[in-house]
């Protein structure tokens, strides 16, 4: 059986080094990106079964990279987990077809139910 994968965009390199270990240790697949301009060919070729999205990320931010997810004919069905330091997540996140959200600085407990939620 394949491992489930995680893509996971944040600018902040120690939240991508601690979320992917994390990650990883639980028998995840993890790739990372401090940019979200070219998500469609990342999708493409690491097929992820859920993705973690900052949405205040270089260069065209979360959000516009999700719409850019959900409007793909092949991919619109990956589910996307917002995280921002921002406090009008949730409404960003309902704005662009994101699953769920979490506040940074988020519990990592609470992450990991969340992804497991979310890609099973």
Do not use: C
């Not at 205040?56 to 850019?68: D, N």
């Not at 987990?81 to 662009?96: E, H, P, R, Y």
């Amino acid at each position: 059986m394949s491992k489930k994968k995680i893509l996971i965009f944040d600018d902040d390199t120690s939240i991508l080094e601690v979320v992917s270990i994390i990650f990883e240790d639980n028998g995840y697949e993890v790739q990372i990106s401090e940019t979200a301009d070219d998500i469609i060919s990342k999708v493409n070729l690491f097929l992820p079964d859920l993705i973690i999205m900052d949405i205040y990320i270089p260069v065209i931010g979360g959000v516009e990279a999700t719409r850019l997810l959900k409007d793909h004919e092949v991919h619109h069905k990956i589910p996307v987990l917002f995280i921002t330091a921002k406090n009008d997540v949730a409404f960003l996140s309902s704005k662009s077809s994101a699953v769920d959200y979490l506040s940074k600085p988020f519990d990592l407990d609470e992450l990991e139910r969340k992804v497991e939620r979310w890609i099973s």
